[in-house]
Antibody, heavy 116, light 105 residues
Framework: EVQLVESGGGLVQPGGSLTLSCVGS????????MSWVRQAPGRELEWVAN????????YYADSVKGRFTITRDNAKNSFYLHMSSLRGDDTAVYFC?????????WGQGTVVTVSS | IVMTQSPATLSVSPGERATLSCRAS??????LAWYQQKPGQAPRLLIH???TRATGIPARFSGSGSGTEFTLTISSLQSEDFAVYYC????????FGQGTKVEVK
């Protein structure tokens, strides 16, 4: 069974930084591109960023480019979202998901709240 | 690519048919997925490649379309189907529609 567990969310002040983690199991993690997707309260889903299987390529949504960085550690089946210069509109539930035809599997998400 | 869903809210009685629409601002060929999301839960993939049901998805869910116009049909709504539905293109990056809420009439 595919499982994805996100962690690291919390309350952070505007302009602050936070790193989210995602650990995958039940599939060959190193064979999949991985994505972060977020959902602000009461809003639609928004793709944030994704990374190639070997970590050699990464792509970002315009809304986070230059502020967020993604990395992965295939030896630990882990995927990370390093967030800096956080703003109120970054408040959201952040999900990780392996890429495929759509996103067949999702974690439960971790909540990030940006507020003073 | 901008994805536009209609209607924003669809009021349907249990047992009735529901038809949801999704339009892409440019062609996404068949790289289109549909998701169901209930409050407090992660999205659940229903349909990928415009018309292929994901694993374990009941046959009452069907998808159609290609290019820029897509439809999700729920043939006979069950109580557990009342939720928000999103379309998503994965032809060029990945973008989601704003969602259609299916509510009890």
């Amino acid at each position: 069974e595919v499982q994805l567990v996100e962690s690291g969310g919390g309350l952070v002040q505007p302009g602050g930084s936070l790193t989210l983690s995602c650990v995958g199991s039940g599939f060959t993690f190193s064979n999949f591109w991985m994505s972060w997707v977020r959902q602000a309260p009461g809003r639609e889903l928004e793709w944030v960023a994704n990374m190639k299987e070997d970590g050699s390529q990464a792509y970002y949504a315009d809304s986070v480019k230059g502020r967020f960085t993604i990395t992965r550690d295939n030896a630990k089946n882990s995927f990370y979202l390093h967030m800096s210069s956080l703003r109120g509109d970054d408040t959201a539930v952040y999900f990780c998901a392996p890429d495929g035809d759509g996103f067949p599997n999702w974690g439960q998400g971790t909540v990030v709240t940006v507020s003073s | 690519i901008v994805m536009t869903q209609s209607p924003a809210t669809l009021s349907v009685s249990p047992g009735e048919r529901a038809t949801l629409s999704c339009r892409a601002s440019q062609s996404v060929t068949n790289k289109l997925a549909w998701y169901q999301q209930k409050p407090g839960q992660a999205p659940r993939l229903l349909i990928h490649s415009a018309s292929t049901r994901a694993t374990g998805i009941p046959a009452r869910f069907s998808g159609s379309g290609s290019g820029t116009e897509f439809t999700l049909t729920i043939s006979s709504l069950q109580s557990e189907d009342f939720a928000v539905y999103y379309c998503q293109q994965y032809y060029n990056w990945k973008t989601f529609g704003q969602g259609t809420k299916v509510e009890v009439k």
